[in-house]
């Protein structure tokens, strides 16, 4: 995949998205499929809002305690005979991985599906060192294969359709027999299953990301369905996990409060098929396992998230929920946010990671529903910090002029009440005559950015402030 | 200075503390010492005799499948039956575990026993679970040569022999039994929790049984009738 930045684009990459049939047919299944299963899963758990709570609890435990858990880790690793390195940004953290790879003169490296590894832009850098990586997510090895970026967190292919998936397979895997029936999923998965075979078992270092990591024990923690992660760190000389320093949890206790929400929250699952628990190397009896662990923690901008509003971002726990319940993502796709996170967590992120200047639109790519803080399931209140970042926005001036005059005048008019209740009041009656008919608005005047994608409601009643005068009065309206 | 004394001095810049304070230090040893549980679910709060139903249910809901016999000697005759059910090679792989190697085997002379890891050319796979937790029908298996981790995800069916004893309600029962085990503060390389064979939806959504790992996985949960 490629890093490049296309987030400035937005409004652009939004544009096309919406004009892309294909990608529209999928996206219409993404909410139906991950809303139901997710609420189903939370109607089987009683305590499931209470684990949410617990959760955020133990993650503001961890961040507010981060430097003595990150050196409690560090020294459990140790111990186990495994290695930690620190990589103050992504340049660095490339640098240690593929300086690991060439001394052990890897050629090819498995995969696990890793975020981390998408933000700094791992696979282009071992291509151009020569090293081979190979995606073993099916997902990943799709749009490894294709070229693209993931668009979805825990689903990175949801935006093709299984005939592309075909057309993709018979472009690569030229040497398997060219009529072979591929109409069939499983017959595209079992192709699959083949080919990574192979791959697994011959590849020299694998590496990983890691859902968590525990300070009690020194231990690296990767969720799969697939059991490709599980594969990866398991069959391969030496095994690399690639973390951000977030990913830190006191003990396996606490790890097992936020494994009950995170499953249900991603997938609707009760638990994923494989919670694999690494620590350290192989030991000297083992028959099996990497002879070598090392661990890059990665920090990218994220210790200067701690000191502000921005720390309860850092309790994500990559679960996909808020996406899979965002009207923005719902019609766009993960690829318009352009770069690797989207959806409601890419908003307020992205900016965080590689600045307001390209990531500021983003916080606008929202409706302020709410629906995406209602869902997560460490209370991250994503609405909250969208807002944030929209003034710091403003603040730098970086909002096109016309909005910034627009408010000017708005805030000029509404903070004179004598001028602010006529002016809206007679708007209000104007646009209430005018959307009658239908009740909204499919076109605006002034308002053409907004009713092009999606109408505009009507009004329905009085200005707020006329409501407010009469609810205080006693007559309920 | 190093990368690591960067990172460390940054994330202590912007929380505002130096790393020496003495209460902090104390919190968090005191949080590692005593691992609170927080929230435990209470569907598994019930008898033994219910876990082992639970935990049977749960299984089931995962898409394994599972046979509960009452005595050790039967898991022969049943890994046998298992394979010839599916038409399958009478060949199966364990690893050295003695809990499976005084398995009366030779009551299934037609059935071939290997020992040892996996090189991904076998077709079915047994190993003996560490544990089963009833709250979600998962399989704890611990690394080692007793039970090698390649066991549990390059052959196509998986057998799990658990213990209806190894059967606790949740996973806090579990780390408890392996603190006991291995020792507080230390893990076996590579512990693996399993619930249901592996699987995959990044094809339009459409949920796949078998992707990388077991395309079946089938439990043997052994007495406690
Ligand atoms: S912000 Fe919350 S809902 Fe979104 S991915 Fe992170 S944890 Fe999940």
Redesign the pocket.
């Known amino acids: 995949m490629s890093v490049q930045i296309t987030s400035p684009r937005f409004k652009d990459n939004a544009r096309h998205a919406l004009d892309d049939a294909p990608l529209q047919a999928a996206l219409s299944k993404v909410g139906p499929g991950f809303i139901g299963r997710r609420t189903a899963a939370r109607d089987l758990l009683p305590e499931f809002d209470a684990l949410r709570d617990s959760a955020r609890d133990i993650k503001n435990h961890t961040l507010a305690h981060l430097d003595l858990y990150l050196e409690r880790f560090e020294a459990k690793v140790k111990e186990a005979g495994g290695h930690v390195h620190f990589a103050v940004d992504a340049a660095e953290a490339r640098e240690i991985v593929t300086r690991i790879c060439r001394d052990r003169g890897a050629k090819t490296v498995t995969k696990g599906k890793s975020m981390v590894s998408e933000e700094i832009g791992l696979n282009d850098h071992l291509v151009a060192c020569g090293i081979e990586p190979v995606e073993t997510d099916l997902g990943e090895y799709l749009i490894q294969i294709r070229g693209e970026a993931p668009s979805h967190?825990i689903a990175p292919a949801i935006h093709l359709n299984k005939d592309q998936v075909e057309a993709d397979f018979r472009r690569v895997h030229t040497h398997l027999p060219p009529e072979r029936n591929l109409t069939e999923p499983t017959a595209l998965l079992a192709e699959a299953r083949g080919e990574l075979r192979a791959k697994f078992l011959a590849a020299d270092v694998g590496i990983t990301g890691a859902n968590f990591l525990v300070a009690e024990t020194g231990t690296s923690i990767i969720v799969t369905n697939e059991g490709n992660g599980d594969l990866t760190q398991t069959l391969p000389g030496t095994h690399i996990v690639l973390a951000s320093l977030e990913k830190l949890v006191p003990t396996l206790e606490d790890v097992s409060q936020l494994l009950r929400v995170l499953a249900r929250?991603a997938t609707g699952q009760e638990m994923s098929v494989y919670t694999t628990f690494s620590t350290g190397p192989r030991r000297p009896q083992d028959l099996d396992g990497p002879g070598e662990y090392h661990v890059v923690i990665l920090d990218n901008g994220r210790s200067a998230m701690l000191a502000g509003q921005l720390r309860e971002m850092l309790r994500?726990?990559?679960?996909?929920?808020?996406m899979n319940h965002c009207p923005v993502y719902h019609a766009v796709g993960g690829h318009a946010y352009g770069w690797v996170y989207p959806g409601?967590?890419g908003a307020v992120l992205t900016p965080s990671l590689i600045g307001i200047e390209k990531g500021a639109n983003l916080p606008n790519a929202s409706t302020f529903c709410g629906r995406?803080e209602e869902?997560?399931?460490?209370r991250?209140p994503?609405p909250k910090l969208m807002r944030h970042w929209r003034e710091k926005e403003f603040e730098r001036h970086l909002t096109p002029a016309p909005v910034r005059y627009g408010l000017g005048i708005w805030s000029f008019v509404a903070r004179r009440g004598w001028l602010y209740r006529p002016a809206t009041d007679l708007a209000m009656r104007l646009l209430a005559m005018a959307g009658r008919a239908k009740g909204r608005f499919a076109s605006l005047p002034l308002a053409g950015g907004w009713t092009k994608v999606r109408d505009f409601p009507a009004p329905q009643g009085g200005t707020f402030q006329a409501q407010w005068k009469a609810r205080k009065s006693g007559r309920a309206s | 200075m190093s990368s690591r004394d960067t990172v460390l001095a940054s994330v202590r810049r912007a929380l505002g503390v130096s790393g020496q304070e003495a209460p902090r230090r104390q919190e968090v040893a005191d949080r590692i010492a005593g691992h609170p549980r927080g929230i435990i679910p209470a569907r598994a709060d019930l008898p033994h005799a219910e876990q082992i139903e639970l935990f049977k249910r749960m299984v089931v809901g995962a898409a394994g499948s599972i046979d509960h016999l009452a005595d050790p000697s039967e898991v022969p005759g049943a890994v046998a039956a298992y394979l010839r059910a599916r038409n399958l090679p009478l060949s199966v792989l364990r690893g050295q575990d003695a809990r499976l190697a005084d398995l009366p085997w030779s009551s299934e002379p037609t059935l071939d026993v290997w020992i040892g890891p996996s090189d991904g050319k076998q077709l079915a796979g047994l190993s003996h679970a560490f544990a089963g937790v009833a709250e979600s029908g998962t399989a704890i298996m611990v690394s080692g040569p007793d039970n090698p981790s390649t066991l549990n995800l390059l052959p196509d069916h998986h057998l799990i022999l658990v213990r209806a004893r190894d059967v606790v309600g949740t996973y806090e029962e579990a780390w408890d039994r392996l603190r006991a085990a291995y020792g507080p503060g230390t893990m076996p390389r590579t512990v693996n929790w399993i619930t249901g064979p592996s699987r995959s939806a990044d094809i339009e959504q459409t949920l796949l049984l078998g992707a990388h790992g077991p395309r079946s996985l089938h439990i043997l949960l052994v007495g406690g009738v």
């Open positions: 967190i929250s994500c726990i990559r679960c996909g929920a808020c409601p967590m995406c869902v997560c399931p460490v991250i994503l």
